[in-house]
């Protein structure tokens, strides 16, 4: 009875470390954009106020990438995991990586617009942070399912 209170507490905090550690390695990834959009000369100043919009335009594709709908394969993978008691790393890193990786092309169903060079873009950057979550995940809670 102690180990399942024991494992009802450790698997959301596990979750939720493992979410932060997944945004990390997507914002450090993203840095990128950041940086190609604000490398514009400052000699047209026209020039660098459109980088700069067409920046914030990005965030907010971003911005709907990292709904709450990225979550949900993230969880079933869990659940799927504590219930089969699945303790391989391998389960968890390319299972959250391929979790990630579904969410642009996810979004691109569900959206009205064409965003899909986007997905191509930022596709690498979503499997990356999955594996890194997936792992962070799998030391906590995952290889003591």
């Known amino acids: 009875m102690l180990h ?16 932060f550690a997944s945004a990390a390695v997507f914002m450090v990834l993203g840095y990128e954009y950041i940086a190609e959009a604000t490398a514009i000369s400052t000699d047209d100043p026209e020039a660098l106020i459109e980088g700069w919009w067409n920046l ?22 869990v659940i799927v995991g504590e219930a089969a008691s699945i303790r391989s790393s391998i389960y968890y890193v390319v299972g959250a ?9 996810l979004y691109d169903l569900s959206s009205t617009s064409d965003i899909s060079d986007t997905a191509r873009d930022v596709l690498p950057m979503f499997a ?5 979550g997936g792992f962070v995940y799998w030391l906590i809670a995952g290889r003591l399912a």
């Open 4 to 19: 399942l209170i024991g494992r009802i507490i450790l698997i959301p905090i596990a979750f939720i470390l493992a979410f």
């Open 56 to 77: 914030a335009g990005e965030a907010r594709t971003m911005a709907a990438y990292l709904t709450g709908t990225t979550i949900l394969p993230a969880v079933l993978l």
């Open 97 to 105: 990586g391929l979790a990630l990786a579904a969410m642009p092309f």
């Open 128 to 132: 990356t942070a999955g594996f890194a």
